[in-house]
């Protein structure tokens, strides 16, 4: 053996190691510790009770149902606003094109924690989008974002979607660079609009980036903590929390119970697998 398939080798072996020892040892152990119970680290095996717990936690259907409702409102919203902006930024004829693609992609790269306190201070009782609206007469007294159930979903999808639109944009932009411009010069020549160019060649030349990032931002969703925490706190009441609040409470706010948060945890995987099927046959593939 030559020393050039010795060192391919070893790069591959520390590399596999670190996966398995990083991240399906974690994977499995979770998997482990969501059949047992406890207090702390003084966990028993308990078998599925602590699935069979899920369905009678009014916390976790509350969750969950707050998480659905974010996952419902707040990916197509994005997934259509993403797509408009990058068709528009691909036009040739639009000026300082550079400026405004890092503008709409620079929120991605912005601290989670920072944006969630800018957002919690704008969206007050007193921030400025209730002056803004006040002052051009758009309401009558301020909005409660924060402290009202219906607001404050509301004030989180805006936040979800001002982060990452701009990140599904960039997909769906370096996609639309690809297509062959003279499919479009075809159309053109035989009488298609720009809305039929649109519907007939776009969307379907985008497909699978469509299906790639409407996967991805639902796992992101399913997995939403940080604005939830940080701007709302999972209130007003538990209004709205998300499941991985509920598994951050379980864990280290409430009586520490890992094996229940593990469980918890593997419904949100429960989740993501449901959801990506669907998507998956909803995108029409036959693998899925």
């Known amino acids: ?172 932009l370096s996609s639309l660079q690809n297509i062959d411009h003279s499919i479009y010069e075809a159309a053109k020549i035989d009488g298609a609009s720009a809305f039929q160019q649109f519907f007939k060649i776009t969307i379907p030349m985008l497909k699978p980036i469509i299906l790639f990032t409407s996967i991805t931002s639902t796992i992101g969703t399913l997995q939403l903590f940080d604005e939830v925490m940080n701007i709302t706190k999972g209130g007003p009441g538990n209004s709205t929390m998300t499941i991985s609040q509920y598994i951050y409470n379980l864990s280290f706010k409430y009586t520490p119970d890992f094996g229940y948060a593990a469980t918890v945890s593997y419904a949100i995987v429960i989740m993501i697998v449901i959801f990506s099927i669907i998507q998956f046959k909803v995108a029409g593939d036959k693998n899925a």
Do not use: H
């Open 1 to 172: 053996m030559n020393a050039n398939v010795i060192i391919g080798w070893s790069f591959i072996t520390i590399a596999t190691i670190m996966i398995c020892l990083f991240y399906f040892y974690p994977m499995i152990q979770a998997l482990i510790m969501s059949f047992q119970s406890g207090t702390g680290t003084n966990l028993t095996f308990t078998g599925l009770d602590n699935y069979a717990r899920l369905f009678k936690d009014p916390t976790f259907i509350t969750a969950v149902k707050n998480t659905v409702i974010y996952l419902m409102i707040q990916v197509p919203v994005m997934i259509l606003l993403a797509l408009f902006l990058s068709v528009l930024l691909n036009d040739k004829r639009l000026k300082f094109k550079g400026f405004f693609r890092t503008a709409i992609f620079l929120p991605c790269v912005t601290s989670l924690v920072a944006y969630s306190v800018i957002f919690k201070y704008l969206f007050g009782t007193d921030g400025i989008v209730n002056m803004m609206l006040m002052k051009f007469a758009f309401i009558a007294e301020p909005v409660q974002w924060l402290t009202d159930p219906f607001w404050a979903k509301m004030t989180i999808v805006i936040a979800i979607t001002w982060r990452w639109t701009g990140y599904n944009m960039i997909f769906y």
